[in-house]
């Protein structure tokens, strides 16, 4: 299904690391050109240089999603260099979890500008010209956290989560007549810097007590958003659920 995936201008936030920079280097290899969206800006240069020397095609933007107008930026930047943007992969989130009676809400506050509203942003600054297409896809990260409450410490993180899987499927019904795709990728634990977030002690030695006794590679993710991307046009695969075999959550 290369031909599927090769040509194709593919957006990636939270490139820098983690999911983001193991789906850019497998899209790559297919033949996609990656545009890298992330704060870091040095991991990103190094990651597009690494693509680069294997015979891909790589762009570098410096992007907080939590701000709209560099959002529209690397939107931008894709449709400059490339003339379009074919997959947006909304991707970038953190994950500090703590029980509620901690009351950290900045950290809350943190979750819903990144996990939420980044990916409003995301979907606000590729739509447009997808719908100009009359084509596209967008691609959503989602947990399992966003299936199944894991609390405490969990709450808000699960909240975000499942919203994010509530905004994706109300997109596929709205853009449902402008060929436009959506996936939802929900995966389980997966090895990242997503774990690192946490600031509670309690709350980070359970987390990373977790992720020992179970995670898989980022590149795991990675081949599950290439297999939704490699379908013909016109099938949708809209949710894909994805755990270490040694998860029960």
Not at 182 to 198: D, F, Q, R, W
Request: hydrophobic residues 45%.
């Amino acid at each position: 299904m290369r031909k599927n995936i090769e040509g194709k201008v593919v957006v990636i936030t939270g490139a820098s690391s983690g999911m983001g920079e193991a789906t850019a280097h497998h899209l790559s290899t297919l033949g996609a050109a990656v545009v890298l969206g992330a704060r870091r800006m040095d991991r990103l240069n190094l990651i597009a240089k690494d693509i680069r020397s294997q015979s891909g095609n790589a762009l570098a933007v410096q992007v907080d999603v939590t701000k709209r107008p560099e959002v529209d930026t690397l939107a931008k930047a894709a449709v400059d260099a490339y003339g379009k943007i074919d997959v947006w992969i909304n991707n970038a989130g953190i994950m500090p979890i703590a029980p509620l009676s901690l009351l950290k809400v900045d950290e809350w506050d943190r979750m819903i500008d990144l996990n939420i509203k980044g990916v409003l942003y995301g979907i606000a600054a590729a739509l447009p010209y997808m719908q100009k297409a009359n084509s596209g896809h967008f691609i959503n990260i989602a947990s399992v956290f966003g299936i199944k409450m894991f609390a405490p410490g969990g709450t808000v993180y699960c909240a975000t989560k499942a919203a994010v899987r509530s905004l994706t499927e109300g997109l596929r019904i709205e853009v449902h007549g402008n060929k436009i795709r959506t996936t939802i990728i929900s995966p389980g634990a997966v090895e990242s810097e997503l774990k690192e977030g946490t600031s509670d002690e309690a709350s980070s030695k359970l987390v990373h007590q977790l992720y020992e006794s179970f995670s898989m590679p980022a590149d795991t993710v990675a081949r599950a958003i290439a297999y939704a991307i490699e379908q013909p046009a016109d099938i949708d695969i809209n949710e894909i659920v994805v755990r270490p075999l040694a998860q029960d959550f």
